[in-house]
Nanobody, 122 residues
Framework: VQLQASGGGLVQAGGSLRLSCAAS????????MGWFRQAPGKERVFVAA???????DYADSVKGRFTISRDYVKNTVYLQMNSLKPEDTAVYYC?????????????????WGQGTLVTVSS
């Protein structure tokens, strides 16, 4: 089972990036998929998640700017990040977990991908 995150890079404040997380090795139908991030010197924190029934949840810090989506055919989850701020700079990780839609904000991740670095310059 593998989750492969990609799409990170360097962007100016106010810009956009789209992260992708491709799953392989098994189907994640029935799983919630999520994004977490870890800024330098800080703990990894929840960013966004989408359940098997497309219920979504977001951290307050990204609401209205980030959008999570998933493509079951491609077995891929996306994180569209708009209006990026320097404080969004972090390593972003994707995760998958079998968890109820109403609890996706509390997901811990049964499976994790490697991180992808997002750097937002001011």
């Amino acid at each position: 089972v593998q989750l492969q995150a990609s799409g990170g890079g360097l962007v100016q404040a106010g810009g956009s990036l789209r992260l992708s997380c491709a799953a392989s090795g098994r189907s994640f139908v029935g799983y919630a998929m999520g994004w977490f991030r870890q800024a330098p010197g800080k703990e990894r924190v929840f960013v966004a998640a989408i359940s098997w029934d497309s219920t979504t949840d977001y951290a307050d810090s990204v609401k209205g700017r980030f959008t999570i989506s998933r493509d079951y055919v491609k077995n891929t989850v996306y994180l569209q990040m708009n209006s990026l701020k320097p404080e969004d700079t972090a390593v972003y990780y994707c995760a998958a977990e079998m968890i109820a839609p109403k609890r996706i904000a509390a997901m811990n991740g049964d499976y994790w991908g490697q991180g992808t670095l997002v750097t937002v310059s001011s």
